[in-house]
């Protein structure tokens, strides 16, 4: 990490990304006093700027800062401000971007898409985020940003930012997370790896993408909580085989295997993914590479690329016949709807209870049997 550059949060929280980054600075230079004053002076109050729509969430932001010798330029390191309206608008380009969620309206802020800037208009937030961060970063920066799956197989608008995104910055790594890491209890996120500009040239602006590489730490890992905490143990196989170039050009091999990786049943038919590995033992593979024309050709530019089996999935071929699901389904409805009304009259609301089966028998069709 090159502490001359311009760092960027796109949605800011309390700024635990850019104190982060701050703290491996300083841990490189001597708490800062290795580089001149001049590079100081730029260091504590020009290197990070943020954007907080929440004004108690920015004030708790600039006061962590400060607390860590963050000092920002006159409204702070952290700005208050919609970075999908004007002050997204107006930021400057930054070397570097990291964001992670939250991305819906918060209490407190009005999140609003008012942008004119983005190519591809939509109501979906992280669509709208992701487009602010790749366009946003300089000719050959950087970008790591956490998102939902449902970014990643979105089709219309989503299909089109995606397509935009590789074609503008080179999309290099994907990280499948384990649920509940982000977002709420098993919510699947992933983290996206970006620069601007192609590999062999950063001002490159069509055609950027050529390789993306997919580390699956998703599949047959814990449920990561309180009981079981998600540490940096959990990330070293993947630094491992990410490489110490931070822009994802460090030589690469496909093939990792930790976590159990070789005991994970595998159906190479199943996928995509697997119909041309004749390698057993790469198809259980967590590190994997695809190219931009496999993803576009057989993917139709989704990045919903998975190729393990979870050991608690169900397989659609050993699932009864669909009437027999359906009939089950309305067998514990009707069982439900039996308690529900038994309970209903133990605590005396009988006509309530009348009500509510007259309402069922409608919507049914049911006659009552007085009129048979």
Known sequence: MDWASNFRGAVHGTAGF????????????????????????????????????????????????????????????VHLGNTLGDAGKSLAKADVILANPPFGTAKGG????????????????????????????????????????????EAGVGTEVRRDLMDKCNLHTVLRLPTGIFYAQGVKTNVLFFTKGSAKDKYQDTGC????????LRTNMPSF???????????????????????????????EWSFNAEEIA????????????????????????????????????????SWLKDK??????????PEVLTGEAMSELVQALGELDGLMRELGAEEEADGQRLLIAESFNFKDESEQ
């Not at 020009?46 to 932001?61: D, I, K, N, Q, S």
């Not at 993408?209 to 699956?216: G, N």
């Open 110 to 153: 009005e999140a609003s898409i008012t942008r004119d800037d983005l190519t591809y208009k939509t109501s979906n937030k992280q669509l709208a985020f992701l487009q602010h961060i790749y366009r946003n970063l300089k000719p050959g920066g950087r970008a790591a940003v956490v998102l939902p799956d449902n970014v990643l197989f």
């Open 209 to 216: 993408t050529d390789h993306v590489w997919v580390y699956d």
């Open 18 to 77: 850019l104190i982060a980054a701050d703290r491996y600075i300083k841990e490189q230079t001597d708490d800062l006093f290795d580089l001149e004053a001049r590079d100081q002076e730029f260091q504590k109050n020009r290197a990070f700027v943020g954007v907080e729509l929440v004004p108690g969430t920015r004030r708790l932001a600039l006061m962590n800062c400060l607390l860590h010798g963050m000092e920002g330029d006159n409204e702070g390191v």
């Open 266 to 305: 595998v159906d190479r038919e199943a996928t995509d993914e697997n119909r041309e590995v004749d390698d057993d033992r790469l198809a259980k593979s967590r590190w994997r590479c695809f190219s931009r024309e496999w993803i576009r050709d057989t993917k139709g530019d989704s990045l919903d690329i």
């Open 312 to 321: 608690n999935s169900i397989d659609a071929a050993d699932l009864p016949a």
């Open 225 to 255: 909580g309180k009981r079981t905490p998600f540490g940096e143990q959990h990330l070293k196989p993947f630094e491992a085989v990410y490489g110490e170039d931070p822009n994802g050009q460090s030589p690469r091999q496909e093939g």
